[in-house]
């Protein structure tokens, strides 16, 4: 079983930065960042493999969001910049054996209960 914890979400205006971070129990596994907004489908936002060599990145963040581990603090980081209106969602981390890394959500086992982030003026 592996445990993960989601911070760091809140309110920003358009153009603004957030960083999220995934607090996890284990460090072998890779870790992805998924959103969702009521109505729509699980949204692969980013993720990077257990060893931190592998990263990939959704069309609509690539450029403006960037992912990092350290694994020593058992943390993944999100950081999210040049924040668009149609980034607010819930964002959840979750952590799978999948490697590299993949932004299907079916590749991940364990999830964290998501933090809200919304892009408002």
């Known amino acids: 079983q592996v445990q993960l914890v989601e911070s760091g979400g809140g309110l920003v205006q358009p153009g603004g930065s957030l960083r999220l971070s995934c607090g996890f129990s284990?460090?072998?596994?890779?870790i992805g960042w998924f959103r969702q907004v009521p109505g729509k489908e699980r949204e692969g936002v980013s993720c990077?493999?257990?060893?931190?060599?592998?990263?990939e990145y959704g069309g609509s963040v690539k450029g403006r969001f960037t992912i990092s581990r350290d694994n020593a603090k058992n943390t993944v980081y999100l950081q999210m910049n040049n924040l668009r209106r149609e980034d607010t969602a819930v964002y959840y981390c979750?952590?799978?054996?999948?490697?590299?890394?993949?932004?299907?959500?079916?590749?991940?086992?364990?999830w964290g209960q998501g933090t809200q982030v919304t892009v408002s003026s």
């Open positions: 979750a952590a799978g054996f999948y490697e590299p890394c993949g932004l299907n959500p079916l590749g991940y086992e364990y």
């Open positions: 284990s460090a072998y596994y890779a």
């Open positions: 990077i493999s257990s060893s931190h060599t592998s990263t």
